[in-house]
């Protein structure tokens, strides 16, 4: 490092002076004090920052910045923030920050006095400082009752203020201070000896103590406040480190910047360990947040960039206004303005751009068109850097991203290529293309990669090259062969013909879970439809807006013909319907897999049966065998049953002697069915009695095992083992979606419904684990925001039916939760939310079992469990950095956060 000059004395007494400004003035003890390096220090820079000094830490930046500056050394890689200072340390990193390290010599014989002793390494630094009159010889040789030596006593803020105030030259006025009181409220534990000094500094203005009015003298000082007190006072310093230059970036890019720096560029390469700060916060920018032509301080290498900080983010350029006249050899561009002629040279780093933003040829300006011409101010050249045109004809191709489409007014916005936004009209000539199809401009959607050609200011044609979600309306023409296709009849268009995706979404008002088997296809009648298909023009979703059909509830059958297979029907005024089935009439009745044939046997006059149909063609088919509802009436004397069905209607139904189903319970009874209870009520052969009562209950189970070719489930509640078949039960998802039995795995939590002791529907729970971050308690809409491992944010709304529980299934209160918790929330059988908060336990880190999945850590006592199972979906990190289990090391201290026990989370310090 070189000092700027010469009289090396006097710098110094200026940067210590610059040094007690910042300090004192800031002296409320919490904050900026400092720190230095040990005998066996390495240099470390920002991209191998201190393990200790964790992201986010308050002196993180200071500590960045002066480690790549090499004014901090670390200790095997350890900074040891909270560590106090010693006097040595506190002197040799005054040494380096004032610049006087290069007049160390290592090889003089160095001999200081007898009670100033300091370990070897340290005798340059302190013997220089004794030089240069920033110790006081006499006053620091004096014997003082301690069992450390000079050099490793703590640094005290009243003895750092005699040194700088030495330093600054004003040992004279401290010494007419000395008998004065301060007025600290802590006056009288200052050192007669320090008084002097303290008052000088109140006289300069350079501290108000710390809080409570007190002085706090013998207070110490910890390695990261004096780390950011000196890094804070380099904005009064004139020292010139090597690897630290300041000037104006003039151009960036993803892995670099160039850098204006007296009369030249120099470029620096930057990479994923450069960090990114402003010099008026504490708070790290992201690369983007870097503008061109604005002042920065770079620290690093130009093959190695550690720091960049922007040191005044004013962007150092002037515009001028006027109307572009023409274009002259040797790259001149001719403007009026104000009345006169100018003329600007540009070169092949000046960016021409149109009134969007976009990048555009010179050759693309158009006579008389109003642009503004933008130089940079640092340079005597003063270079035009940008040329805009502000208004004039556009007519161009581009390539961008929709932003938005408005078809009311027909206009849209692209972010074109360079990521500047342009908004255009369109006119009735607009062509729309996606993969040789035209579309309308109402399916372009936000997010449609796109090429574009503008003529005339309008948008003249569009191409979609790369697409997103889109919607179309139509009628349902047929539906392919295993469910593959659909074809359907566009509004206004032709035939179609679409591939599904797996699992499409299907909404279909009335029925709860539909399949594609309930969609009505026909040439006349076919469901009106929207489709969305996603950007390989696979239908994703299926809406049916509107269906031609007719249905009836609880008609009664007349008379069926196998032959011609007509149905006769009539409802409860007596009305007649002849319907005809067919190989596609969706049949439903008391089998797992219904046929023609088999379902031919229970069309008999009288019975009751559900039925829609297209014209005389039934398209479903379905024969009462039961009632669900909830229980209104429970007549045990006149044994009538009475139910509230799904769809409101109140019907009585009598019984005889039914058998009543409970899940759970092997000697069930009519006194276990309540009113309010929900049940299916099974009817007698005949229809006409209740045979068999199964009351409707939900259990939460754990997936244990599955046996899929048997359509089997192994499950585990509250501990006890059970197994149930699956085969005719409905599967959905956690979002409704009809899964396969293939699609449950190990360790899900499933939510059965069941029809006395039959599952009737098994859906797959959502579990969220992760980190809360923020906890609204207002009364009337509680709730909790988590982010998961998965970095996503979820905000939870609770209610009076939620539950708040600890690890050990203790009941909590929402004012028990707080942001930094890590929780698991799910909801219950009922559809409640369960939040649980987590276990937390600090270890040290052993080792890892891998094949018993097990993390070992170090006992604190005897009787401490060492070991706790790994999930095998655990989230292990550092910071935001996600770590594997192998890289953990024996001592690393580690945070766990346990789920019944087993690890979820570990969390490296």
Known sequence: ????????????????????????????????????????????????????????????????????????????????????????????????????????????AISLPANMQVNNYFKPYVALALQHNLLDKTSENAAVDSKQTWG?????????????VRALGKEADASSLASKATTFADNSKISASKRGFVNEALELGLTNGVDGNRFDPQGSVTRAQLATFFSRAESFNDVKYNNSTEGIVTALDTNKLNLYVDGSIRTYVLDNSTVYYTSDSENKISFADLKPYTKVMVIGSQNKTAYVEVTDSKVQLESTEGTFQKLSPGNILWVETGNTFKEFTYDAGTSFLDQNGAKIEPSALVVGSKITIQQETFSSAKKPVIVQVKSGVINKNGTGTLQSVDTA???????????????????????????????????LKTGAVINYTVKNNLVESIEVTQGVERTIRGSLYEVGANNATITYKRDGGQLEVKLLADK????????????????????????????????????????VLNRQMEQKKGVTIVGYE?????????????????????????????????????????????????????????????VIYQ????????????????????????????????TVSVYGKSNASLSDIKVGSNVAAVLNATQDAVQSIQLKSNVQFELVAVDTSN??????????????????????????????????????????????????????????????????????????????????????KLDSTSKIMNDTGSALNLSNVAAGNRVEVRKDADGNYVVKVLNVSTQTFWKYDSYAKEIYVKRQNVNDNNHFALSNAAYIHQGDTILTVQSLKENDNIVLYLNNGTIVEIQKQ
Request: no cysteine; aromatic share 6%.
């Open 409 to 443: 007014s027909k206009s849209l916005v692209i972010k074109n290529s360079s990521g500047a936004v342009e908004s255009y009209t369109w006119d009735d000539s607009l062509i729309v293309k996606y993969q040789n199809q035209l579309l309308s401009p109402s399916e």
């Open 152 to 164: 490793e006593r703590k640094a005290s803020r009243e003895w750092i203020t005699e040194v700088l």
């Open 711 to 796: 359509s089997r489930v192994t499950v585990k509640n509250n501990g006890l083992i059970s197994q149930f078949y699956v085969d005719k039960t409905t599967l959905t998802d956690e979002n409704g979606q009809a899964i396969n039995v293939q699609d449950l795995s190990v360790g899900q939590l499933l939510n059965v419904t069941f029809n006395g002791i039959n599952p009737a529907a098994v859906q797959l729970v959502k579990v969220t684990n992760g980190e809360v971050t923020a906890v609204n308690t207002t009364s009337g809409s509680p709730s909790i925001t988590v982010k998961n491992y998965g970095g996503t944010t979820e905000t939870f």
């Open 562 to 622: 196998p032959k011609s297979k007509l149905l006769t029907l009539v409802d409860a005024n007596k009305k007649p319907y002849v319907v005809t089935l067919d190989d596609k009439t969706k049949l439903t009745y008391n089998s797992a897999t219904p046929t023609l044939a088999g379902i031919e046997p229970y069309l008999t006059n009288g019975r009751k049966v559900n039925i829609t149909y297209l014209t005389n063609r039934a398209l479903s088919l379905e």
């Open 1 to 108: 490092m070189v000092s700027k000059r010469s009289n090396s004395t006097s710098h110094s007494k200026k940067v210590v002076s610059a040094v007690i400004v910042g300090m004192m003035a800031l002296g409320t003890g919490t904050a900026v004090f400092a720190d230095t390096a040990t005998p066996t220090s390495a240099s470390v820079t920002a991209s191998g920052l201190f393990s200790d000094v964790k992201s986010g830490f308050w002196a993180e930046k200071h500590i960045y910045k002066l480690a790549s500056q090499g004014i901090l050394l670390g200790n095997n890689g350890l900074f040891r923030p909270n560590d106090s200072v010693t006097q040595q340390e506190a002197v040799t990193m005054a040494i380096r920050f004032a610049g006087l390290e290069d007049k160390i010599n290592n090889n003089a």
């Open 504 to 543: 499409p979404e299907l909404v279909i008002s009335g029925i709860a879970s539909p399949t594609v088997g309930d969609l009505i296809a026909d040439s006349v009648n076919g469901d009106q439809v929207e489709i969305t298909l996603n950007p390989q023009d696979q239908v994703t979703k299926i809406q």
């Open 627 to 658: 009632y669900e509802g909830k229980v209104s009436a429970l007549d045990l004397t006149g044994k009538k049953l009475t139910l509230l069905t799904t769809e409101g209607q109140s019907m009585t139904i009598p019984f005889n002697n039914p």
